[in-house]
């Protein structure tokens, strides 16, 4: 069965509530869309929200890359050499990776709408269901604490902390989630390269006590040396995020003394789901675990990612919380939520569906 076009169309869809990370604050996001169409009227979709302040690229320069005619191309071609396309379309699209996600993102959909299964299914499915985080941006303590009981009563477990400001805030919030939680939250933080080694070795050693289950990228990109004087306990809770953007970061990082013992995979970094398996075979064959992040999303290619993390043996956590926040996705479907835990759905591809 062949292609017969394809159509990208860009939509802004505010957020139900603003959030702080170290670098910005975010209002709310948007979104480039890609239908693709076989000559059967069948349709795949995909979609992608690329962060310009870690590759370079937005979703507007993704949108212009997808209806410049580039695509064109690929029309008349059988889905059945999917595969094949989204390597030719990678190498023409090396600089936009969110452009790449969103045209690997359909083609997947498309293939496996093609098949009628799911698309965990075509890799196999490795993990069953697992709790996903939920994010607390930076703000003062007493709002981060009454957001955290808000994601309880909601049957969250796992949080994840935005830090990388203030030092001495961060932790006294550890603190004080521990101490009203106990052990009820796994507690995840991400400081968005905002420490500097005097000031990681200081949190680490204040929440040594409070189980801290991992932490991604305190240190800007680059500084993997100062990581690797970490002890190798403290490595192995640390999760490479903006230093890992491709497979080829992927190699590095993962060649002894490894300065991470965790590898955070974002279809929106490394370019959609077959590079994001390559990173995590080589993760896989170097002892690396897989937590799975995302950006402001579409539930389209949050399903994507979930489908990915599955088909992974080595994934270990799930921070898919981006579309939670969406006022209005164009889309339904992809997964379920159940007591904080993610399920994909039983349907063909991605098991989205366009909102009515």
């Known amino acids: ?47 992608a929200n690329p962060f310009e302040e870690v590759v370079g690229e937005t979703p507007e320069n993704a949108y212009h890359q997808l209806s410049s005619g580039l695509l064109d191309q690929w029309v008349g071609r059988d889905i059945r050499h999917f595969q094949a396309i989204i390597d030719e379309s990678a190498k023409q699209l090396v600089p936009n990776p969110g452009a790449q996600a969103a045209i690997d993102i359909a083609l997947h959909d498309l293939f496996c709408k093609y098949l009628d299964i799911p698309l965990v299914d075509f890799y196999g499915r490795k993990i069953g269901a697992l709790p996903t985080s ?34 001495d805030q961060d932790i006294e919030l550890v603190a004080k989630l521990r101490e009203q939680f106990g052990r009820s939250f796994q507690l995840r933080v991400d400081a968005n390269q905002g420490y500097d080694l005097v000031q990681l070795r200081k949190f680490l050693h204040a929440t040594n006590s409070f189980e801290v289950e991992l932490m991604e990228q305190p240190l800007p990109v680059g500084s993997e040396d100062a990581l690797r004087s970490l002890p190798a306990g403290e490595q192995r809770r640390l999760c490479a995020d903006e230093s890992l953007l491709d497979t080829h970061a992927a190699i590095k990082l993962s060649l002894e003394p490894q300065p991470y013992g965790i590898f955070n995979i974002k279809l929106m970094k490394c370019g959609g789901i077959k590079s994001a398996r390559e990173i995590a075979a080589v993760a896989g064959h170097t002892g690396i675990e897989l ?54 759905v039983s349907k063909a591809g991605l098991g989205v569906v366009f909102s009515e």
């Open 1 to 47: 069965m062949r292609i017969k076009q394809f159509r990208a169309y860009l939509k802004h869809l505010p957020l139900s509530k603003p959030y702080t990370i170290a670098y910005k604050t975010i209002f709310d996001t948007e979104i480039v869309f890609l239908e693709i169409e076989l000559e059967n009227g069948l349709r795949g979709i995909g979609a």
């Open 134 to 167: 939920v994010t607390i941006g930076i703000k003062p303590v007493e709002e981060a604490l009454e957001e955290a009981r808000g994601y309880f009563k909601l049957g969250f477990r796992a949080i994840k902390l935005k830090t990388g400001l203030d030092v």
């Open 291 to 344: 937590f799975w992040g995302c950006n402001d999303e579409s539930i389209v290619s949050i399903a994507a990612a979930l489908h990915a993390a599955y088909s992974c043996p080595n994934t270990r956590y799930l921070d898919l919380d981006g579309s939670f926040d969406v006022v209005k996705d164009l889309v339904e479907g992809g997964f379920e939520l159940k007591n904080g835990k993610m399920e994909v």
